[in-house]
């Protein structure tokens, strides 16, 4: 098991920023790949975000593509989302998830074995 718990979800204008925050547990956290995702009510969970476990690679979706920066500190244990020119649309829950198998890539929620328990996103118009 890798605990992850997300943070730095909240209210925002649109236009604006967030970072978010995954800190994961465990002393393996810095071997797994690590990606964001998010869902909203009715809708199916939707990748966002995803980089490899030395930080070299990083993928993206394209709705979130030169909008949303995925990076990771292995030293803390911490994975990070900066979220900039938020729209009312990027309002959802958003959750971090960890593979141990590398693929950052992987748009597919079934191929990502750990989830953290989500954060708001709430993007006011």
């Known amino acids: 098991q890798v605990p992850l718990v997300e943070s730095g979800g909240g209210l925002v204008q649109a236009g604006g920023s967030l970072r978010l925050s995954c800190a994961a547990s465990g002393r393996t956290f810095s071997t797994y790949a690590m990606g964001w995702f998010r869902q909203t009510p009715g809708k199916e969970r939707e990748f966002l975000a995803g980089?490899?476990?030395?930080?070299?690679?990083?993928y993206y979706a394209n709705s979130v593509k030169g909008r949303f920066t995925i990076s990771r500190d292995n030293a803390k244990n911490t994975v990070y989302l900066q979220m900039n020119s938020l729209k009312p649309e990027d309002t959802a829950v958003y959750y971090c998830?960890?593979?141990?198998?590398?693929?950052?890539?992987?748009?597919?929620?079934?191929?990502?074995?750990?989830w953290g328990q989500g954060t708001q996103v709430t993007v006011s118009s």
């Open positions: 998830a960890a593979d141990p198998e590398g693929k950052y890539y992987s748009t597919r929620t079934y191929e990502w074995e750990y």
């Open positions: 980089i490899s476990w030395s930080g070299a690679a990083t």
